[in-house]
């Protein structure tokens, strides 16, 4: 960088998306700076994600953010491929929960700046440049900037793309992206002024219509012609193209309605290779591009942030062990290609005319079986998945902590409570003082001891003492001494030389 930069930080973040915005959080959270830019200057305008799933709202209650969202309106049964699904899962926000992106947005917002976050918007990154110690970015003004700069310098050591499907980092970083391009798409139209039947994936000789009438008297449109391809008829999508393929479908005229939002998506499918370049690292849409479908797509990119925040944060700190900032693709791209092939295989479902009817049949048939629909549902609610452990150690590690309701000294409690401050925690419900023992060389900060009893739920927990990290996946449970000193290096670095101060030991839950 030839002149001063006008930011130094430790974290850049590119894009102030929902990733962007939940990865500036748990970054600041785990003590890092962070600058997060953002090329918009306001508040989302367009219609986007608007379905939570319930591991996504569990990590909303780790970081306490649950009280100010306040109870969302239930998202309704779910669907695999359009075939009915029932998605109960083993949580306390089992189902599906409506919040639009753009309140996600501003409420992920709100708390990464009260940590200390620093978003600067009306800026589009342009370039970046890699060196052996830092990241620089050039960023240009974006029209309705205000006062900035025309051009902002900014070196970190560590960038972050959440810039979405499009991502600029990823280019600029050279980033492989391996996949397919879209072959058919789904057109979709909210609409105003209009009076049609609420139709839930109704099949129509010549195609897929959905309809819903939401807040506002605004309806939502979206159908696919089957055999049509993308790019059947070039351009960006008109409503009186949607309006013709609904009256192609269904036979209804809704073409003196008033389009309030119209687009479309492709069932195109690609991955970053790695999630990692050196100091570059991808989340959210920028690292995997899939078709919105049963709106996974968001979920999964505020569990890459859930996963990368406070890893990064440690590296930053100087506090990580070898390899801790490496397990975030090592983690992330298996669970990413497991959603994008459960994806691929829905939009096949949904989207495939006559040839795909046995199939869908067979599916409904499957999916009708207890074991199979609760296999289907954890999957979409993200609530199964389960990072690589030893093949002989405890059946929790690798997997997020269920939910429990606890008593500890202050009160009652919960597992996800004890992770508000963002730590890793030695949930102890068994008393046994030598696991408090060996962890005090970590509890500088980096590592709670939280005291407490289960209350008389069913099912019962299946540990008496686990570790848990701060994205409460469990790293050990209910193991030796030498194994949980093994798992408290590989996850939260060398213990401390000096003895902890009584900050980090807690016997009671921070609420
Ligand atoms: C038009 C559209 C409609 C969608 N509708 C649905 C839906 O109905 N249901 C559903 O489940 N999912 C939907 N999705 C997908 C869902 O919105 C995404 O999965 C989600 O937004 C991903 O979040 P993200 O933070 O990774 O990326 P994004 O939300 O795309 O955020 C990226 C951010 O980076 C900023 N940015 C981009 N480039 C730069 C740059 N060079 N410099 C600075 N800032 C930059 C952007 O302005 C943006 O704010 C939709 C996506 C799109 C694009």
Avoid at 212 to 233: C, L, S
Avoid at 358 to 385: C, N, S
Wanted: charged fraction near 20%; proline fraction near 6%.
């Amino acid at each position: 960088m030839d002149r001063t930069p006008d930011i130094d930080t430790q974290v850049l973040v590119v894009g102030a998306g929902p990733v962007g915005l939940m990865l500036a959080g748990e970054l600041a959270l785990g003590g890092a700076d962070v600058v997060v830019l953002e090329r918009r200057t306001g508040p989302l305008t367009e219609s986007r994600a608007s379905t939570l799933h319930a591991r996504t709202m569990e990590i909303l209650d780790q970081r306490g953010l649950l009280a100010e969202l306040g109870t969302p309106p239930a998202g309704g049964a779910g669907h695999f491929g359009g075939t009915p699904l029932d998605l109960t899962t083993a949580s306390p926000y089992s189902g599906q929960w409506k919040v639009p992106q753009v309140r996600t947005e501003e409420l992920l917002e709100g708390w990464a700046t009260r940590l200390g976050a620093r978003v600067v918007k009306g800026h589009l990154l342009t370039e970046l440049r890699t060196t052996e110690r830092a990241v620089e970015a050039t960023a240009e003004a974006e029209p309705g900037a205000g006062g900035a700069a025309a051009t902002l310098r900014v070196r970190a050591a560590y960038v972050v793309g959440c810039d979405g499907e499009t991502s600029t980092v990823r280019r600029l970083a050279g980033f492989a992206f391996p996949g397919r391009d879209a072959t058919r798409e789904l057109l979709r139209a909210d609409v105003a002024g209009v009076d049609v039947p609420d139709r839930r994936f109704e099949r129509h000789p010549k195609g897929l219509a959905i309809s819903a009438r939401g807040p506002g008297g605004v309806t939502r449109v979206m159908v696919h012609e089957y055999g049509a391809t993308v790019g059947h008829e070039p351009g960006p999508v008109s409503f009186a193209r949607v309006a013709a393929a609904w009256q192609r479908v269904t036979g209804d005229d809704i073409s003196a309605g008033t389009p309030l939002w119209l687009n479309s998506f492709g069932d195109a499918l690609r991955q970053v290779s790695q999630y990692r370049r050196g100091r570059v690292l991808l989340a959210g849409d920028a690292a995997h591009h899939q078709m919105p479908v049963g709106g996974q797509a968001l979920n999964l990119g505020l569990q890459d942030a859930a996963n990368l925040g406070w890893k990064l944060a440690a590296e930053v700190r100087g506090t990580a062990g070898p390899g801790l900032l490496d397990s975030y693709h090592a983690e992330r791209h298996p669970a990413g290609r497991r959603v994008l092939d459960n994806i691929a295989a829905q939009a096949l479902l949904l989207l495939g005319g006559a040839g795909t009817e046995q199939l869908r049949l067979l599916f409904g048939e499957l999916l009708r079986k207890p074991r199979v629909r609760a296999h289907l549902a954890g999957t979409i609610a993200g609530v199964d998945v389960r990072y690589a452990a030893e093949p002989d150690g405890h059946r929790l590690v690798g997997a997020r902590l269920p939910h429990l309701r606890l008593r500890t000294a202050a009160g009652p409690c919960s597992t996800f409570a004890v992770l508000r401050p963002g730590r890793g925690v030695l949930l102890d419900l068994g008393g046994r003082p030598s696991l408090s023992r060996a962890t005090a060389p970590w509890t500088d900060g980096r590592v709670d001891v939280v005291a407490a009893t289960p209350e008389r739920d069913r099912p019962a927990p299946e540990f008496t003492c686990a570790l848990l990290r701060p994205d409460g996946h469990v790293a050990w449970a209910d193991g030796t001494v030498p194994e949980l000193k093994a798992a408290l290096r590989r996850w939260f670095g060398p213990p401390s030389r000096h003895r902890a101060g009584a900050s980090g030991l807690r016997s009671a839950a921070a609420g």
